[in-house]
């Protein structure tokens, strides 16, 4: 029979080798979402140390704002991507937008408190001086 398909036989996605290119370059993003969990919720749950968390992260974030500008004509957001393949990583999702690793997030953020506490301590000592 003419039409019959053979289970043995790779099915291709492509014609041709740009579309190849496209199918691979759009893995490669999976890839590096998925990879990009995986670090994030290592991270959370200690497994990893921050020196080998933020290293990691930073490379991960690179490569996929590198991927995203080579498939950016099929792939108009992450989050669409993500919707249009099933993928469920909302740790990777959020550090995706917030964009740096959370060891430089926190890190900001700390040093922001440290500061407004630094103000709030030099106010309240020259309040009481003048009461004083």
């Known amino acids: 029979m003419a039409g019959t398909i053979s289970l043995d036989e790779e099915a291709r996605l492509y014609q041709t080798n740009s579309e190849r290119e496209k199918y691979e370059s759009l893995a490669t ?12 919720r290592a991270y959370v749950r200690d497994a990893i140390s921050a020196a080998q968390y933020s290293p990691a992260c930073s490379r991960l974030l690179s490569q996929y704002k ?15 991507f993500m919707k249009k393949y099933k993928m469920d ?28 506490a630094q103000s709030v301590a030099e106010t309240t000592q020259v309040q ?5």
Do not use: C, F, W
């Not at 993003?29 to 994030?40: M, P, T």
């Not at 990777?92 to 060891?103: D, F, M, Y």
């Not at 009481?128 to 004083?132: E, F, N, R, T, V």
């Open 128 to 132: 009481q001086q003048i009461l004083s």
């Open 89 to 116: 990583h909302p740790a990777a999702l959020h550090r995706i937008q917030v964009g740096l690793p959370a060891t430089v997030e926190h890190a900001s953020e700390a040093a922001n408190s440290s500061e407004t």
């Open 66 to 80: 590198t991927m995203l500008k080579l498939v950016s004509d099929d792939v108009p957001s992450i989050e669409e």
């Open 29 to 40: 993003l999976y890839g590096i979402v998925v990879a990009l969990d995986y670090v994030e």
